[in-house]
């Protein structure tokens, strides 16, 4: 792949430089790849996204950088926040109220997903500073591979619904915790107020942004109709200056997009449909987050032992996440089946748990390599397979409107 590059920067020049060239072209491959997929299989397109990127990284392709930094970094948590803002948007705090058995169900699964993935690492002779973080990665669901699916495969119903929230929920756990610890993965051993005061900052900084960006877009909402194309723009730029800043005061650009379209929902509480304008801009940035995240993934170092730990990972978080969700389904008023499928569908891992794995690389070169050469290959497997699982689940739930694989007779109808 190197060879290769070098060999096209011999004669072309363009304007924009040979990355943009090189990404322009891998996003269009990603593309097709995705729609065919689809098409003729009825898998999710972010497989396909999936499978271009970890194909080029494999190869050797130098256009993303480990760990995430610069205009890369940007890009994956601008994708991030722009769909957590959107499923913190659709989180009424309410509905926890009447119902706090969900809020259980959530702490529990998160927790139990910790201590399995956690105790698991040691006995594998993980050295307990890389447990730890390997632990919180694993406590990430993936909500953005996930409302993907539900896109593709036009889902809804009380599985999908409780997936998206669990997932969301899981994701501000450890971005939140993640975060913190990776102010204090150098430290020596403090106090209390030493351990707490990181997670303190992180939050408090994060809920500060995420209440302005909420109240800014109030204000607009007044003013301005929810379905109108200037407010997309709005909206586009209020999050991406918002994740330009926030990690820079200390805080964390998604979990502040979370925050702040969960305190949009209790400020304007009517219902107010996600613009429809966003649909071609929020897939230009998914797709280029997947690729952009396999690609990352796909250049660990790969050998015997490693893979051996991120399998364990993998099988062990699958199974701490379905105890989790099923001891704390108890008055929850989903069934135990609902409660099966709703385990499934937070399978997936993707950008929120490379974004948090690349945080503790940065921190500590040298616990960041322990965490990075077993985060990486267990979230590239899971981007790919847990897509695969929640699609699975999804079907059997009997939420998605359309059957498990189109006709191949030409249906060239506009999808969603």
């Given at each position: 792949?190197?060879?290769?590059?070098?060999?096209?920067?011999?004669?072309?020049?363009?304007?924009?430089?040979?990355?943009?060239?090189?990404?322009?072209?891998?996003?269009?491959?990603?593309?097709?790849?995705?729609?065919?997929?689809?098409?003729?299989?009825?898998?999710?397109?972010?497989v396909?996204?999936?499978?271009?990127?970890?194909?080029?990284?494999?190869?050797?392709?130098?256009?993303a950088?480990?760990?995430?930094?610069g205009?890369?970094?940007?890009?994956?948590?601008?994708?991030?926040?722009?769909?957590?803002?959107?499923?913190?948007?659709?989180?009424?705090?309410?509905?926890?109220?009447?119902?706090?058995?969900?809020l259980?169900?959530?702490?529990?699964?998160?927790?139990?997903?910790?201590?399995?993935?956690?105790?698991?690492?040691?006995?594998?002779?993980?050295?307990?500073?890389?447990?730890?973080?390997?632990?919180?990665v694993?406590?990430?669901?993936?909500?953005?591979?996930?409302t993907?699916?539900?896109?593709?495969?036009?889902?809804?119903?009380?599985?999908?619904?409780?997936?998206?929230?669990?997932a969301?929920?899981?994701?501000?756990?450890?971005?939140?915790?993640?975060?913190?610890?990776?102010?204090?993965?150098?430290?020596?051993?403090?106090?209390?107020?030493?351990?707490?005061?990181?997670?303190l900052?992180?939050?408090?900084?994060?809920?500060?942004?995420g209440?302005?960006?909420?109240?800014?877009?109030?204000?607009?909402?007044?003013v301005?109709?929810?379905?109108?194309?200037?407010?997309?723009i709005?909206?586009?730029?209020?999050?991406?200056?918002?994740?330009?800043?926030?990690?820079?005061?200390?805080?964390?650009?998604?979990?502040?997009?979370?925050?702040?379209?969960?305190?949009?929902?209790?400020?304007?509480?009517?219902?107010?449909?996600?613009?429809?304008?966003?649909?071609?801009?929020?897939?230009?940035l998914?797709?280029?987050?997947?690729?952009?995240?396999?690609?990352?993934?796909?250049?660990?170092?790969?050998?015997?032992?490693?893979?051996?730990?991120?399998?364990?990972?993998?099988?062990?978080?699958l199974?701490?996440?379905?105890?989790?969700?099923?001891?704390?389904?108890?008055?929850?008023?989903?069934?135990?089946?609902?409660?099966?499928?709703?385990?499934?569908?937070?399978a997936?891992?993707?950008?929120?748990?490379?974004?948090?794995?690349?945080?503790?690389?940065?921190?500590?070169?040298?616990?960041?390599?322990?965490?990075?050469?077993?985060?990486?290959p267990?979230?590239?497997?899971?981007?790919?397979?847990?897509?695969?699982?929640?699609?699975?689940?999804?079907?059997?739930?009997?939420?998605?409107?359309?059957?498990?694989?189109?006709?191949?007779?030409?249906?060239?109808r506009?999808?969603?």
């Amino acid at each position: 792949m190197n060879e290769l590059m070098s060999f096209w920067a011999q004669w072309l020049r363009p304007s924009a430089g040979l990355p943009t060239v090189q990404w322009a072209l891998l996003l269009a491959v990603a593309s097709v790849t995705g729609y065919l997929l689809q098409r003729y299989s009825g898998l999710p397109k972010v497989v396909g996204y999936t499978l271009v990127g970890t194909a080029v990284g494999l190869a050797g392709f130098s256009g993303a950088v480990w760990p995430l930094q610069g205009i890369g970094l940007f890009l994956v948590e601008l994708g991030v926040a722009v769909v957590l803002f959107e499923a913190g948007g659709r989180i009424p705090l309410r509905w926890f109220r009447h119902n706090p058995m969900v809020l259980v169900q959530s702490i529990a699964e998160s927790a139990f997903t910790y201590f399995a993935v956690y105790w698991v690492m040691l006995w594998l002779d993980v050295p307990e500073r890389a447990a730890g973080p390997l632990a919180l990665v694993a406590v990430a669901a993936s909500p953005t591979v996930l409302t993907r699916v539900v896109v593709d495969t036009r889902a809804a119903g009380p599985v999908t619904d409780r997936a998206i929230v669990l997932a969301t929920l899981s994701s501000l756990y450890a971005l939140a915790l993640g975060s913190a610890h990776a102010e204090v993965i150098n430290r020596p051993a403090a106090g209390l107020i030493d351990t707490v005061y990181p997670v303190l900052v992180v939050l408090g900084m994060s809920v500060a942004v995420g209440a302005l960006l909420s109240m800014l877009m109030r204000l607009a909402l007044r003013v301005m109709s929810p379905t109108s194309e200037n407010t997309t723009i709005l909206l586009l730029a209020l999050i991406a200056a918002s994740t330009a800043v926030t990690a820079h005061m200390g805080g964390s650009a998604p979990l502040a997009a979370l925050l702040g379209g969960m305190l949009l929902k209790q400020l304007h509480p009517r219902p107010w449909g996600w613009p429809r304008q966003m649909g071609t801009a929020s897939s230009l940035l998914t797709m280029l987050m997947f690729v952009l995240v396999s690609t990352v993934a796909a250049q660990a170092n790969w050998s015997g032992p490693v893979a051996g730990a991120a399998v364990a990972l993998v099988v062990v978080r699958l199974l701490a996440k379905a105890v989790g969700v099923g001891l704390g389904n108890v008055g929850s008023g989903a069934s135990w089946r609902q409660a099966l499928w709703v385990s499934c569908a937070m399978a997936p891992m993707s950008a929120i748990a490379l974004l948090v794995a690349s945080q503790f690389v940065v921190a500590s070169a040298s616990t960041g390599h322990l965490i990075a050469r077993i985060a990486l290959p267990a979230i590239l497997v899971m981007e790919v397979l847990g897509a695969v699982i929640a699609t699975v689940a999804i079907y059997r739930a009997g939420e998605s409107s359309k059957p498990w694989q189109r006709s191949n007779n030409g249906d060239t109808r506009r999808e969603s």
